[in-house]
């Protein structure tokens, strides 16, 4: 099964954890589209600068902090996405209780450590 993936918070640099993210899930046969602050590209992977209305997502996994997901809540709930994992340091309660609201499944896990084990 692909778990097409939206790595939202996306970076074009290497160092950090959203883009090794981008890398570890195409290394692994995902689809992945991204959504960042900066149009690019990260292992054949276009990061949008725009909100898109992407169609069959999996799963969003968030690279953003809380207090800048507030202006993005009702545009990640109207994905639809079957699950959102909030990676470390993105955990975000306030958030957690609008997508129970929207019967969106949600973990606080890291994309990495799920991918490295097996788990995705």
């Given at each position: ?36 602050l ?5 292992s ?61 499944p ?15």
């Amino acid at each position: 099964m692909n778990k097409k993936t939206l790595v939202f918070g996306a970076s074009l640099k290497p160092n950090r954890y959203s883009n090794y993210a981008i890398q570890r899930l195409i290394a692994n046969k995902f689809k992945v589209v991204a959504f960042g602050l900066k149009k690019g590209d990260v292992s054949g992977v276009q990061i949008d600068d725009t909100l898109l209305p992407y169609k069959d997502l999996h799963t969003v996994t968030l690279y953003l902090s809380p207090k800048r997901q507030s202006a993005y809540y009702d545009y990640i709930v109207s994905l639809k996405p079957e699950r959102v994992i909030f990676n470390p340091g993105t955990e975000n309660p306030e958030f957690y209780k609008i997508l129970k609201e929207n019967n969106i499944p949600f973990e606080a896990a890291c994309t990495l450590v799920l991918l490295s084990t097996n788990q995705y």
